[in-house]
């Protein structure tokens, strides 16, 4: 299934959330993404009728077992684009936005070959 890159932010953001805070909210994917509340609405209703999040009966946002592989894929992609940039020079903060950009846009090869040639512990 090809998702958008705003997806993908969307998918990312609930990860780390969930992991930070133990549940999420649609206030704190707002808050994470400095979106509106009615665009993380419109967004969560997307992703779940994609099947890729589900919503428990606190209006917590949940990832399904697929969400959940997209949102890890790309959260990889980010924290080792980001640190691949670093090594470079970047500086963290610039490292970090182009990572998030580059991300969405990088083929599975090349990312595979970036992570074995500098990160393959």
């Given at each position: 299934?090809?998702?958008?890159?705003?997806?993908?932010?969307y998918l990312e953001a609930i990860l780390i959330i969930k992991e930070r805070k133990g549940?999420?909210?649609s206030i704190d994917v707002a808050?994470?993404?400095g979106v509106s509340k009615p665009s993380v609405s419109r967004?969560?209703?997307v992703l779940r009728k994609e099947g890729l999040i589900d919503m428990d009966g606190l209006n917590q946002i949940?990832?399904?077992?697929?969400?959940?592989?997209?949102?890890?894929?790309i959260?990889?992609?980010?924290?080792v684009l980001t640190k691949f940039l670093v090594?470079?020079?970047?500086?963290?903060e610039t490292a970090a936005h182009d990572a998030c950009r580059i991300e969405h846009v990088i083929s599975?090869?090349?990312f595979q070959k970036i992570k074995e040639r500098f990160f393959n512990d």
């Open positions: 299934m090809a998702i958008q890159e705003s997806g993908e932010n549940y999420v909210r808050n994470e993404l967004a969560m209703s949940l990832l399904t077992d697929e969400g959940k592989k997209i949102a890890e894929t959260y990889e992609r980010h924290r090594s470079l020079g970047v500086d963290e599975p090869i090349s």
